[in-house]
């Protein structure tokens, strides 16, 4: 028989009620027995839809889906559910920012090609006049040409998709999380950042800010590189709300690979052999390694043509436009954390820092593993292309590393990660692209799907990195095939009758 987690819910301020939960219930059947709790109905109606959201007792959100967490009647989850209307009603705030932006665009691109003509005119006036006087008086210096000089090249005011989604943000959600105060931790729950086993489902979104702004301090970012704190802490709510509300590609799987990353250097203890310029790819790369993830794959991309495709000539266009995004934040004075660089050091980290977030292109990572298995066997620090590859290695690890963490944590993301599969193989198949078996909710299973990923990409990739990185088989590797033993017993265990 299937394991029944039994949890206790508060809704509406009305009594404590007792949920039974099986391990095969959907995440909206779920959804649904929160729902009936509450005496509401899931569907919304004509007009609204239910939004539900599930917190515990110390106001974190904890993620709605067969894997819940128990708890006691004395520490109930707090249900909430708000009816929101229907977006075709009155498009968000967001909406009307993004149609009022892409106006504005619009009346700039019909003035460009009248201003190129004036440009143009102006120039030729120029050049005549340089030209007469430079007969009169052999001294006067010929005119710069765009080939002679070192300024910025013209640049096309029309506005790259990358920007254009970086200037429409939750300008009130970034505004109340700079105006709470900076949360305090103890040195047990810093000490305990520096781990793989770190539990995110314990914080709220001010609190992983604020454990992301101590990595900075404890990687010695902020001294070397002269950086303003309330800088950093404004980077790091923006991006916050620049990542979208997706079940698995959000602001919490942000944290989650930023923090391995931060675990895996740590336990390692190759963090004291890394440059604080690496150190600071490292943590810039898997901070925007998923920006502004649309919630669907690339190949959902190419499939239906989007505008990434088109930009990116279907070359890992998700990574190419989270590198966008990321850079296009930096370019805001209160957003960057990189203006202390110089200009030198600023062109070596961006490079370092674009090759992580395209390093986690899963299409690349046959090419990658077989790159760096050329090194594995006699590793040279001294090379800073295998350096390069190094670090590439590590934002790979820390983006597929859910199953290092304890069941408990890491098993709620997998529901979070087949739900949004499930939810682009559904608009596949009603816009007639391409589907992938494995995100199919009629032919994929969750042990299925778990005990192939964790088997023949996890496990490879993880020893591989090992041969080359110490202290990787109990704290990291092991944890990793415990939880394939688990969801293969999961596999062969027949459902009950």
Known sequence: MPIVTQIYVKANGKKTESIRIRPNHTVKEVKSVLCAAAEISDKGNAHTDAILKLYNVRNALVPIGPNIPKNTPEEPYTVLIKMVPKATIDPPVETKKLMETIRATTEVMEEVPKLRSDMAEIQKKLVSAVSAAAHASPSVAPLATAESTTKKPYSDPTAHLAMLRASVYDEETTNLILATPRPVFSSTVLNHLKHPTFN??????????????????????VDTFKMDMDIVRAFLARVSVTYNQNPFHNFKHCFCVTQMMYGIINVTGVITKLTPLEKLALICGTIGHDLDHPGMNNAYQINANTDLTIIYNDISPLENHHAAVLFTLFRDPSLNILATLPEVQYREC?????????????????EILAKFKGYSTDFNFE???????????IIKCSDISNEVRPKHVSEPWVDNLLEEFFCQSDKEKRDGLPTAPFMDREKVTKPSAQVGFIGFVMIPLFELVAKVLPNME??????????????????????AA
């Open 383 to 393: 090379d800073q292309a295998q350096r390069q590859l190094l670090l590439q290695m």
């Open 200 to 221: 995110i489902w314990d914080y709220n979104e001010v609190e992983l800010i604020g454990l992301m702004e101590n990595m900075f301090v404890e990687m010695d970012l």
């Open 350 to 366: 961006r490079k370092q820092i674009i090759s992580c977030i395209l390093a986690t292109d899963m299409a690349k990572h046959g």
């Open 474 to 495: 109990e704290p990291i590797i092991q944890p990793i095939k415990k939880a394939h033993e688990y969801y293969k017993s999961m596999l062969e265990t027949k459902p």
